[in-house]
């Protein structure tokens, strides 16, 4: 049965997998396959790819702002080695980069990932990039506060697809225990 958040109907992502990028499916796609609840519980909807930053579809498709999470692909070195994170925070915040996400991954500078990079790895479209089917090697941090209900949105989250077409919907609780993910508390900033 679908869903309506804001002015958008949500189906199935597990249905829908062409409204995926194909890391992100085959991710969802496996996932559901160990737990079935990730069938009902991982929606998907489409949108103009115009709106696919989180303040312009918000605000098109009247969606309360704190209902969607943004994921930022960060990097850092510590002794000749890179170590490479996403950090996922509410979009009411930002992801705290200079200290949290350093320390994590201790190194002496984290910075976030250039564009072209940051897509040609994730397989995904700068706009679209999501912690569902991220490369190995690649930490999935989360914010608590992401996995937290919240006032304005409850418990679900938007996210990105891996494409500016569309946008996955999940409880915050499931996207913290997605495979490889690590929840972390103080991620986001005010």
């Not at 009902?40 to 930053?53: F, K, R, S, Y």
Request: charged share 20%; with cysteine; proline share 6%.
């Amino acid at each position: 049965m679908p869903l309506t958040l804001g002015t958008l109907t949500w189906l199935r992502a597990v249905d829908r997998l062409d409204l995926l990028a194909e890391p992100t499916a085959a991710a969802v796609s496996g996932w559901a396959a160990v737990d079935p609840a990730v069938a009902d519980q991982v929606l998907v909807t489409e949108i103009d790819p115009g709106l696919a930053d989180t303040a312009a579809m918000t605000e098109a498709y009247d969606l309360p702002l704190a209902l969607s999470a943004n994921c930022v692909l960060v990097s850092g070195r510590r002794a000749g080695d890179e170590r490479l994170a996403a950090a996922v925070v509410r979009a009411t915040t930002r992801a705290d980069v200079n200290n949290a996400v350093k320390r994590l991954l201790d190194v002496r500078k984290a910075s976030f990932l250039p564009m072209d990079r940051a897509v040609e790895e994730s397989g995904m479209e700068y706009g679209g990039i999501t912690p569902l089917g991220l490369p190995p090697g690649y930490r999935v941090l989360v914010d608590a506060a992401v996995a937290a209900d919240h006032g304005d949105a409850g418990g679900t989250v938007i996210i990105g697809s891996g494409l500016r077409r569309s946008k996955i919907a999940l409880p915050g609780s499931l996207l913290a225990s997605a495979p490889g993910v690590e929840v972390v508390d103080g991620l986001g900033l005010a």
